[in-house]
């Protein structure tokens, strides 16, 4: 059987199920409530000129969204290039257990090696252990460094 999905770059109408998507996540990932608004706003910077981060889709052959994942880009001054951060990523319930990990994945491997990106990386809350196990499936290992954090507001 052909892989039932096909895997896009998201457009501006794709922001409401983006914002859905976000939303699901935060809460099934760290059990977080976010603003709706605060989310809406951090989706649609991923969009225009300047856009803050890059976002696919995988649809179903009728159009339907089945998962979302976005990247944000940082400058490596001691490489010269930059690191592709994994921002987002969500699987609807209905379409998990179906390849689209390893699809969505390899996916942004072939973007960020199209445009020259030194490594693909990401975080994952330590809890999300569904999660550490498929990143590390799709060949993720951990990095040599700690993530810390000052908080400079509301979170």
């Not at 457009?11 to 709706?36: I, K, M, Q, W, Y």
């Not at 990523?89 to 390849?99: L, Q």
Request: one cysteine or more.
């Amino acid at each position: 059987m052909a892989f039932p999905y096909a895997i896009r770059q998201a457009v501006e109408t794709d922001v409401d199920v983006l914002v859905d998507f976000t939303l699901r996540e935060a809460a099934e990932a760290e059990g977080l409530t976010l603003s709706a608004e605060a989310a809406t706003a951090g989706v649609r910077a991923g969009f225009g000129s300047g856009a803050l981060s890059s976002y696919w889709v995988a649809v179903t052959s009728d159009g339907t969204i089945a998962a979302s994942t976005s990247v944000v880009k940082e400058w490596s001054n001691f490489h010269g290039g930059h690191y592709w951060w994994i921002q987002s990523f969500y699987i609807h319930p209905g379409h998990r257990r179906t390849g689209l990990v390893e699809a969505l994945i390899e996916h942004l491997i072939g973007a960020s090696r199209s445009e020259g990106a030194l490594d693909l990386r990401l975080y994952v809350h330590r809890s999300n252990h569904r999660a550490i196990r498929a990143y590390r499936r799709c060949g993720f290992t951990e990095g040599p460094y700690l993530m810390m954090r000052m908080a400079s507001g509301e979170t």
